[in-house]
């Protein structure tokens, strides 16, 4: 029998961490009970140390408004716990019953075009609906107090990926939860009609009463931007004030028992502000799925950077990624031989201390059939299955790195959601510019030369490091300007993009030209914008070639120096890529999206000049990521072929593609 002391997966109260948790969503519901001994010989087989349990499992446990039957978990929860698997016990509160929708269809969301989301998939909720929010506590309640002291639990799982399905609600309870949202934030009507600037096109509002969610405007109209943009601010915090309500429950019934939720830190996830949430739970959790194409890995790393930081450096729990292929992406490709581990240890490179999977066993049938699993439709005696085998193994090798918080690199992207609303939502120069991907193209420049950069949020304490950059830093809130240039004149380096400090917290422009409140640190002014269209290239005399955006160019400070020049297009002769020294540091505008290998180019220069250099021997940079924690370096093959690491891991040792290795 194995420990069955599950204390050490409390991570907030445990302090001895002395091993990486391995597990997955485990849905017991969808099988006869006799499937159950089967499930936990081939966990033990596997490796498998806990299971989130229950997330779907509203429907089974609470038959009716007032009929419970606890007997199925009651049996699941013993039958884990006796063969030491441990429990991130999910509240149920992610998707409603159909009693519960059927006798109250106003906790049903509503989309901008006032068309109810019905039940039939899953999270139709309304995140401001008093009546889902007193039916969901009551389930809360019932699971704390049933389940609160079982030996078998070690963290509550509230909810499931908050605002996945239901992160917009322009119903009537989200227009009266919005107002008072506003009300909160501006104290008076005249202050928001000043904010949202409605002087334009007759907007302004006499009451707050008036004031609604950004609802359907008719097609091709413009609806108001500072609305729409405080509205997406909304969303996040009334998801939080839900996620709030469940965890200050739990925390009042089992005061000792950690509380989190999967974040989904992803590509194509911008709905929640994490940095905003991430003080609200005990421990970060995160989901993660790979995008195909050729940044895939990198995104994976970028997003599990980020949540490393978010995290605070501290370890975080993958609660979510998938053996193979996913069943919602337009075309669903397995993964390669070599990916499963590739992508989990990835994860653990960036400090998480726990991978788990969705889901344990493969649905037969429903929405995510064809979604892979840890055990395939295929059964055991299959490939993935002796990979995750193979995994469990690796990770109970990997027990010293348990603990360990993530080392800071020099160098580190800010990133930010509200920069990242405000670049993307109408009216824009151009709809072909996209925050995350700049970002990513940033990292994948910074992985290319062997230069370790963290991805954090631009809340956080970046003054540590002696080069930031961020890129489509779209929103200059008032005071960022100048803590970015009393950073820089004390000597740290700034680099930013195109399309950067336009707009204030309010989305009012920054007057006086482009790039707004950053004109006077970049030592720059625009006076018009000049994106690119879809076939124009701007090349530039450093060999690299521009595309999205060009801008016309005027230095304002003498010191500024040009570092690449357009050669080609409306801007030839101009400058393209510009730093001013101020202090001991410097700032520097890149005018134009030059994709990965483009920003490598003047990355390169641009960290070299900040002093910031490769941690990897010359040969190793680009083929291999290094990734720290503490006294132990992840080398992680970003490529399909062998690569010798010889000179890192202190020994002759090649690391087969796609594989990682831990040295000390
Ligand atoms: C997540 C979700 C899981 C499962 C998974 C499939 O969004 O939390 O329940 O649906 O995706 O990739």
Redesign the pocket.
């Known amino acids: 029998m194995q420990d069955q002391d599950h204390r050490w997966l409390r991570w907030p109260t445990e302090p001895a961490r002395r091993r990486i948790a391995f597990g997955a ?1 485990y849905n017991p519901e969808q099988w006869p009970p006799h499937v159950w001994d089967d499930d936990v010989r081939a966990m033990r087989a596997a490796g498998l140390n806990i299971v989130s349990l229950g ?2 499992s509203w429907a089974r446990i609470q038959p009716g408004a007032d009929v419970w039957d606890f007997t199925w978990l009651d049996e699941v929860m013993d039958l884990l716990h006796a063969n030491s698997i441990a429990v991130d016990l999910a509240t149920g509160t992610a998707s409603p019953p159909h009693w519960l929708t059927t006798k109250h269809p106003e906790i049903l969301p509503v989309d901008h075009e006032g068309r109810t989301v019905w039940p039939g998939a899953r999270q139709h909720w309304r995140p401001t609906s008093p009546v889902f929010r007193e039916h969901a506590l009551r389930l809360v309640r019932a699971m704390a107090e049933r389940y609160g002291r079982h030996p078998a639990l070690v963290a509550w799982h509230v909810s ?2 908050f605002g ?1 399905h239901n992160a917009y609600d322009y119903s009537d309870a989200a227009a009266a939860a919005f107002r008072d949202w506003l009300r909160a934030r501006y104290r008076s009507t005249a202050a928001l009609n000043r904010a949202w600037t409605t002087a334009v096109w007759s907007q302004r509002y006499s009451d707050w009463a008036e004031i609604l969610p950004p609802r359907w405007t008719g097609a091709g109209s413009q609806p108001n931007p500072a609305q729409r943009l405080d509205f997406l601010r909304f969303s996040s915090d009334a998801l939080r004030e839900h996620l709030r309500a469940e965890r200050d429950l739990l925390r009042e019934l089992t005061p000792e028992v950690p509380v989190t939720t ?1 974040f ?1 830190v992803a590509a194509s996830v911008r709905a929640v502000d994490y940095a905003r949430w991430a003080g609200e739970v005990d421990f970060v959790a995160n ?1 993660h ?1 790979v995008v195909p194409g050729p940044q895939g890995l990198d995104e994976l790393s970028f997003s599990a950077n980020l949540t490393g930081n978010l995290a605070g450096g501290r370890p975080w729990f993958l609660m ?1 990624h ?1 053996t193979s292929a ?3 992406q337009p075309i669903n490709v397995a993964k390669r031989p070599g990916e499963l581990a590739r992508d989990s240890l990835t994860h653990v490179a960036h400090g998480a201390d726990a991978v788990c999977f ?2 344990w066993r493969q649905s037969a049938g429903g929405a ?1 059939k064809y ?1 892979s699993a840890m055990v395939p439709h295929a059964g055991t005696d299959t490939a993935v299955f002796r990979a995750v085998c193979e995994l469990g193994a690796t990770l109970r090798d990997l027990a010293r790195v348990a603990g360990a918080h993530r080392t800071p690199a020099r160098a580190a992207i800010l990133f930010d959601w509200e920069s990242w609303w405000a670049a993307e939502q109408d009216p824009r120069p151009s709809d072909r510019v996209r925050y995350r991907q700049e970002a990513l193209d940033w990292y994948t420049a910074f992985l290319d030369l062997g230069i370790r950069a963290d991805v954090t949020p631009l809340d956080a304490d970046w003054e540590r490091y002696d080069l930031v950059v961020a890129p489509l830093l779209h929103m200059v809130p008032g005071g960022l300007a100048a803590r970015l240039t009393v950073y820089a004149i004390a000597g740290g380096h700034v680099v930013t993009t195109y399309c950067s400090g336009i707009v204030d917290e309010h989305d009012h422009v920054w007057l006086g030209g482009y790039p707004g409140a950053l004109c006077d640190l970049l030592g720059i002014r625009i006076e018009e914008f000049a994106p690119l269209l879809d076939d124009e290239r701007a090349e530039l005399d450093n060999g690299t070639t521009g595309t999205v955006w060009s801008d016309r160019i005027d230095l304002t400070d003498p010191a500024t120096e040009v570092l690449a020049r357009y050669r080609t297009g409306e801007q030839a002769g101009r400058p393209a890529v510009t730093r001013r020294p101020t202090g001991s540091g410097s700032a520097a505008y890149v005018s134009t999206r030059l994709g990965a290998g483009g920003v490598a180019a003047i990355l390169d220069e641009l960290a070299g000049r900040a002093g910031v250099t490769s941690e990897l021997p010359p040969e190793l940079r680009g083929a291999v990521e290094l990734a720290v924690r503490g006294p132990h370096r992840f080398l992680i093959n970003r490529t399909d072929r062998p690569v010798d690491v010889s000179a890192v891991a202190g020994a002759a040792t090649i690391l087969g593609p796609r594989a990682v290795i831990v040295v000390r």
């Open positions: 969503d997330i779907f499931n990926e996945c999967n989904m989901d799925y979510e998938s996913v069943s919602w969705f889901q995510e979604h």
